[in-house]
Each structure stands twice: as structure tokens, then as C-alpha cells.
């Protein structure tokens, strides 16, 4: 009888449909209402994408059923099944809802990991002790990858998207050792430097990584995506960043969101809306690499990682 190992696939989670984006924008302020004026941002960012909200579930699915093929074709797992479960962070089916599902088929021995290559107790580390808690309440045996930001299959994801667009740069006319490439990811509160996290090194590594191997010098990172509280976030911001690039009279810039790995509102919206525009504004030339989303190298990454893990057995 084959022996089946569930697989907790977290993520931040999206609407289901147009008519869901104030409960989760609620429950990501935990349970206050948004302001009639946030929620209309809010609602006009999904509107501004091709298809609103229903592409980046639909991305999410298929990341999680892509997943679940790679690991149940590695050779290295023939004597047990791998079942992947979705947990969402701010939208159903949550993280606990997955946990329980789980618990319903009668699995004991499950990995959790989030869709999310870098560390940081304000993220990854926040999905992990939700899941852990519910695994624990149900007694399944969970065990997690912390991150994976530089597995080697990621970095080559990542070059080859990063060449890939360079190329189309040499194909506008421009000189490719020219195009200043920006690195970016999700800011977050300043505070977590202070705490010693290791997100923003662990983000630098990947970046350093993909530099390397793609043979650019041109590089340099910046944040982007802050969200709007009193208190200070990582910087520089990505806008920031492109208008003091403009006074450089830097005219080529190649951005690659390394600390996103599918297609969603901080890529759809705030890159390839918001700051494109910002850039056209000031004459800058500005492309983005494509998403890895269900890229099958990506997929790997992910299945190397949960098999490792799971070989080592479950957190004591």
C-alpha cells in the first residue's frame, strides 16, 4: 500500500471574485474595514489588470497541480504519494482550512512550504506557525522549508528570464551591458533588520546569484510594494529608485522581481501599471522579466525541496 505524504502549499492568497475584495482586504487588516477610499484603490488595481482577480487564483491552482505532477514523477518517491494541499494566508481556503483537509483524508505526515523563496518571520515565518499550530491541534506530523532562494534550478529560472529580456533590449537597439537591471522585491518594515531577519541578505545572495551567472555587472536593488503604515519600510522604493536613475540619465532598465515567483497584483499592478507609467513620465525604457509562475524549472526547485525535507523526517 502506498503511503501518501501531504504537501501544505502557502501563499498570500487572493479573491475569488471582485465581489470578495473588501473581506479580504479586512481580514488582511485584521477584521477592520478598509476605509470606502481604500477599498475603492483597491478594487481599481484588481479592475486595471487583464481579467481582475480571477487570473492570479487561477495561476495559484495551477502552480499547486503542477506541483503535486513533479513530485509524484521523481523517481526518488516511488514508494510514497505526495498530495498537495492549498493554505492561504488572507483568503479561502486558509492556512488551517488546508491543515484540516488534510487531516480529513487521513494524512499524518505532511511538508509545508510557501510559495515564497526567501526567510522572514514577518512572512514566511508567519505561514509557518499558523500551519504548525493547526497540524499540531490535529495531530499531523509537519515539517517546513524555511527558504530555498538559492537552489540552483531557481537561479537558472531566474538567469534565463533575465537574458531572455536582455536580449529583447539588444533587439530595440539598445547596448545590453547598459541596461541597468533592478532586482526587487516586497518591502517590508524597517524593524526587521534590528531583529536580525534575514530577508534582505537572503534576497541580496539571490540577486548576486542570478548577476553571476548571467555575467552582469549593472545591477542594483531596490524594494517595492511597501504598505501604508506609520511606520518606516525598507527602501528605497522602486519609484523612487527609477527617478534617480532618470537624473543618471540611465535610459535602459530591466527589472527583475526576484522576491515574487508568479504573476499577481505587486507584479501586474505595481510594476507593469504603476511604474511603467512612472518611467515613461521621465523617458526611461523599462521591461520586466517574465514571472516563473508554473515554469517546470520552478516546479523542480519546489520538489527537490520538499523531498529533502521530507527525508530528513518531521520537526521534533
Same mark, same amino acid.
Not at 75 to 91: D, I, M, P, S, W
Not at 92 to 100: A, C, H, K, Q
Not at 184 to 202: C, F, K, N, T, W
Not at 250 to 255: F, G
Given at each position: 500500500?502506498?503511503?501518501?505524504?501531504?504537501?501544505? +502549499?502557502?501563499?498570500?492568497?487572493?479573491?475569488?471574485?471582485?465581489?470578495?475584495?473588501?473581506?479580504?482586504y479586512? *481580514?488582511?487588516?485584521?477584521g477592520?474595514?478598509?476605509?470606502?477610499?481604500?477599498?475603492?484603490?483597491?478594487?481599481?488595481?484588481?479592475?486595471?489588470?487583464?481579467?481582475g482577480?480571477?487570473?492570479?487564483?487561477?495561476?495559484?491552482?495551477?502552480?499547486?497541480?503542477?506541483?503535486?505532477?513533479?513530485?509524484?514523477?521523481?523517481?526518488?518517491?516511488?514508494?510514497?504519494?505526495?498530495?498537495?494541499?492549498?493554505?492561504? @494566508? *488572507?483568503?479561502?481556503?486558509?492556512?488551517?482550512?488546508g491543515?484540516?483537509?488534510?487531516?480529513?483524508?487521513?494524512?499524518?505526515?505532511?511538508?509545508?512550504?510557501?510559495?515564497?523563496?526567501?526567510?522572514?518571520?514577518?512572512?514566511?515565518?508567519?505561514?509557518? @506557525?499558523?500551519?504548525? /499550530?493547526?497540524?499540531?491541534?490535529?495531530?499531523?506530523?509537519?515539517?517546513?522549508?524555511?527558504?530555498? *532562494?538559492?537552489?540552483?534550478k531557481?537561479?537558472?529560472?531566474?538567469?534565463?528570464r533575465?537574458?531572455?529580456?536582455?536580449?529583447?533590449?539588444e533587439?530595440?537597439?539598445?547596448k545590453?551591458?547598459?541596461?541597468?537591471v533592478?532586482?526587487?522585491?516586497?518591502?517590508?518594515?524597517?524593524?526587521?533588520?534590528?531583529?536580525?531577519?534575514?530577508?534582505?541578505?537572503?534576497?541580496?545572495?539571490?540577486?548576486?546569484?542570478? %548577476?553571476?551567472r548571467?555575467?552582469?555587472?549593472?545591477w542594483?536593488?531596490?524594494?517595492?510594494? %511597501?504598505?501604508?503604515?506609520?511606520?518606516?519600510?525598507?527602501?528605497?522604493?522602486?519609484?523612487?529608485?527609477?527617478?534617480?536613475?532618470?537624473?543618471?540619465?540611465?535610459?535602459?532598465?530591466?527589472? %527583475?522581481?526576484?522576491?515574487?515567483?508568479?504573476?499577481?497584483?505587486?507584479?501586474?499592478?505595481?510594476?507593469d501599471?504603476?511604474? @511603467?507609467?512612472?518611467? @515613461? /513620465?521621465?523617458?526611461?525604457?523599462?521591461?520586466?522579466?517574465?514571472?516563473?509562475?508554473?515554469?517546470?524549472?520552478?516546479?523542480?526547485?519546489?520538489?527537490? +525541496?520538499?523531498?529533502?525535507?521530507?527525508?530528513q523526517?518531521t520537526d521534533?
Amino acid at each position: 500500500m502506498t503511503n501518501t505524504v501531504g504537501v501544505l +502549499v502557502m501563499s498570500y492568497g487572493t479573491p475569488e471574485s471582485m465581489e470578495g475584495i473588501e473581506a479580504y482586504y479586512t *481580514h488582511i487588516r485584521r477584521g477592520r474595514p478598509p476605509e470606502p477610499e481604500q477599498l475603492k484603490e483597491l478594487t481599481d488595481r484588481y479592475e486595471a489588470i487583464v481579467g481582475g482577480v480571477f487570473p492570479l487564483r487561477e495561476n495559484t491552482d495551477n502552480q499547486v497541480k503542477a506541483l503535486q505532477e513533479t513530485l509524484n514523477r521523481d523517481e526518488r518517491t516511488t514508494e510514497v504519494e505526495f498530495r498537495c494541499y492549498q493554505g492561504l @494566508k *488572507h483568503a479561502r481556503p486558509f492556512i488551517e482550512d488546508g491543515v484540516e483537509q488534510m487531516a480529513k483524508d487521513g494524512i499524518r505526515t505532511a511538508v509545508g512550504i510557501v510559495l515564497a523563496p526567501h526567510y522572514s518571520t514577518m512572512s514566511v515565518g508567519s505561514y509557518i @506557525k499558523r500551519a504548525r /499550530e493547526k497540524a499540531e491541534e490535529l495531530g499531523i506530523q509537519m515539517s517546513f522549508v524555511e527558504s530555498y *532562494h538559492l537552489h540552483p534550478k531557481l537561479i537558472q529560472a531566474f538567469a534565463s528570464r533575465v537574458n531572455a529580456k536582455l536580449d529583447a533590449f539588444e533587439e530595440a537597439g539598445a547596448k545590453r551591458g547598459e541596461v541597468r537591471v533592478l532586482f526587487s522585491a516586497h518591502s517590508l518594515p524597517e524593524r526587521i533588520v534590528g531583529m536580525g531577519d534575514p530577508y534582505p541578505q537572503q534576497l541580496l545572495e539571490t540577486s548576486e546569484a542570478i %548577476a553571476s551567472r548571467t555575467g552582469i555587472s549593472n545591477w542594483q536593488f531596490t524594494w517595492q510594494s %511597501a504598505g501604508r503604515t506609520a511606520e518606516p519600510w525598507l527602501g528605497p522604493d522602486i519609484l523612487d529608485t527609477l527617478q534617480n536613475l532618470a537624473r543618471e540619465q540611465v535610459e535602459d532598465v530591466l527589472v %527583475a522581481p526576484v522576491g515574487f515567483v508568479s504573476d499577481h497584483l505587486e507584479v501586474l499592478y505595481d510594476l507593469d501599471i504603476e511604474a @511603467k507609467t512612472i518611467a @515613461k /513620465e521621465i523617458d526611461i525604457r523599462l521591461m520586466r522579466i517574465d514571472s516563473l509562475n508554473s515554469d517546470p524549472l520552478y516546479m523542480e526547485t519546489l520538489s527537490d +525541496v520538499i523531498i529533502g525535507r521530507w527525508r530528513q523526517g518531521t520537526d521534533a
